[in-house]
């Protein structure tokens, strides 16, 4: 139990691993060589390195990345996920050059912007993405920027590298420049320790009772803080095997499940949903799967029911950002109430508030925004001015997250969105997140995002941007009535418009903002104007 104030004192009782990432691969490889680190799907069989194998590699690209930087300057990776790509996380590691992962997907004003501001000197990639000549794209940047030649990824056994020992590497220093997902504007680079990727994924690892006879399939990209820390060093840490998927489709997952006998799997409630939906998944043998960890957003009450039943599995929910990863999470045996509607208790070593615009600490069961100081926080960002930057981490350690949160005598802690998404209606606060879970237990809605748009009456108004569920077509009035059997009447979306998908980040996270400048500037609150593609209706 926790007093009046919703404030949640740092848990030091557990030692934090002050080793490098690299050092941590090296004891694995000592201790257990011929234990399997990771699997992937080669050319239709499933291949394998052992730690042994994956230390040699990743000294292997070590030598090689020494060749080219010093200690201390940073490479970037546009590439999909692989074994490679892991093979260069930790080399990278070893030796001591910072990581910077680019997602492919991305344009080249958005890649160039990563580049400027990470100070990348080296850039690996893959030839192609999803049929762009990636490789050719950035040849083509780099050589704009002074950067010289891309390397495909693949090809970097073919480096020249260089001879001798590796210096040792300060687990307070640089590990990842990891960007951030950009839900809400132009992405910034959280600079991550050794130290701090390390212990808060080795820290969710003990919460879920992880060993290292466990087995995670990976299906988040590894240029997601996600793949690069939440799955990969919390496997490392405590020396289970990874399974890498080079993007999430839902019939090549189930197939490496039951072929790999993964324990873990994380997947977020749009992945979930797609595997749940896919023909295969009643013949797919899960039976060695135990855990799967959600994240992300708030998590309806009937998918984690209905996740539990069908994989079979105990469901946790986990909350971090790229400032701050693996930050607080639900325990495996917490009601079913706690995993889907709160994000659970922080982690050891954090320290968390509830805190007003005016910076002080509120009440237990008050929604403010969500701070926490730990050394697992980010050191800062890169590219971004002193002023910005404080405002997001002050002098004295405290992480401003942007979450709307409120905490419970337990230290028990719910979302309620993101400060910026509230909706402030004739004077009334309107929290997306509230309406969202509410329309989630309408049969017909799959996956819903709620957004403000301008009012000349109002100020705002809530609309809702839905995916219908297969075979459902709600109509705008049924939807209407199942939100004000629930919600006061301004809190109900003025409109309703489907839509067949969502933009999403590599994380599976809806990009509201995108969502908003679809549905275009300010509107007469009678009328009911054109959105983003799909099907409309005005509620009244």
């Known amino acids: 139990m926790i007093g009046p104030l919703a404030h949640w ?12 990432v690299g050092r941590v691969l090296a004891d694995h490889a000592a201790a257990t060589p011929d234990h399997p680190a990771v699997r992937w799907l080669e050319h239709g069989q499933v291949a394998a390195l052992s730690y042994r ?32 790509w892991l093979l260069l996380e930790y080399g990278a590691a070893l030796a001591g050059t910072p990581l910077v992962p680019v997602n492919p997907a991305l344009t080249d004003p958005e890649i160039e912007h990563i580049l400027v501001t990470s100070e990348a000197r080296f850039l690996l990639a ?31 056994r073919e480096l020249p590298g260089r001879s001798g020992e590796l210096a040792p590497v300060d687990p307070a220093g640089p590990f990842l420049v990891q960007y ?32 290292s006879a466990d087995n995670w399939l990976n299906v988040m990209p590894m240029h997601h803080v996600g793949g690069s820390v939440s799955v990969a060093l ?20 189930l197939e490496l499940l039951e072929r790999t006998r993964a324990t873990i799997l994380g997947a977020v409630p749009t992945m979930q949903l797609a595997l749940l939906d896919h023909p295969a998944f009643p013949s797919t043998d899960l039976s060695s799967l135990r855990l799967l960890q959600s994240g992300g957003t708030v998590v309806p009450t009937s998918l984690i029911r209905r996740a539990e039943a069908a994989f ?26 706690t995993k889907a509607e709160t994000i659970g208790t922080p982690l050891p070593q954090r320290e968390v508030r ?6 002080t600490t509120l009440a237990v069961g008050q929604r403010g925004e969500m701070v926490m100081r730990s050394p697992m926080v980010m050191d800062g960002y890169v590219g971004v001015d002193g002023e910005t930057a404080a405002r997001t981490l002050t002098p004295d350690g405290w992480l401003h997250t942007g979450d709307l949160c409120s905490m419970d005598e337990r230290g028990v802690i719910r979302i309620h969105g993101r400060l910026r998404d509230v909706i402030i209606r004739g004077g009334e606060n309107i929290y997306p997140a509230e309406v969202e879970e509410v329309m989630l237990g309408h049969p017909g809605v799959a996956e819903i995002a709620v957004v403000g748009v301008d009012d000349d009456h109002w100020g705002e108004v809530p609309v809702a941007v839905y995916r219908a569920t297969p075979g459902a077509d709600p109509a705008a009035r049924d939807l209407q009535a199942h939100a004000r059997a629930s919600l006061a009447s301004f809190k109900v979306p003025r409109r309703w418009i489907r839509v067949e998908a969502f933009p999403l980040t590599a994380s599976g996270k809806i ?5 908003r400048a679809g549905l275009g500037g300010s509107t007469r609150s009678e009328s009911a104007p054109a959105g983003p593609s799909g099907n409309e209706a005005a509620s009244s």
């Open 9 to 20: 004192p740092a848990d030091t009782s557990v030692a934090l691993d002050e080793r490098p």
């Open 53 to 84: 194998g994956l230390t040699d590699g990743a000294l292997g690209m070590a030598a090689r990345l020494l060749a080219r930087l010093d200690p201390g300057q940073r490479v970037a990776v546009a590439a999909t996920t692989s074994v490679d």
């Open 126 to 156: 893959d030839e192609t993405y999803r049929g762009s000549p990636v490789r050719a794209r950035l040849a083509g940047l780099v050589g704009r920027l002074g950067l010289g030649p891309v390397v495909r990824l693949g090809d970097w």
């Open 180 to 211: 951030t997902s950009g839900t809400t504007g132009r992405p910034k680079g959280a600079v991550l320790s050794h130290r701090a990727a390390l212990n808060c994924a080795a820290l969710s690892m003990a919460r879920l009772g992880a060993t």
């Open 234 to 253: 919390a496997v490392l840490a405590v020396g289970a095997t990874i399974t890498l998927v080079p993007a999430f489709e839902p019939g090549p997952v």
């Open 312 to 337: 079979g599995v105990t469901v946790v929910n986990a909350y971090g950002q790229s400032e701050s990863p693996n930050a607080l999470m639900t325990s495996p045996d917490d009601d079913e109430v």
């Open 354 to 359: 509830i805190v007003g615009p005016d910076g």
């Open 511 to 515: 990009k509201k903002f995108e969502l």
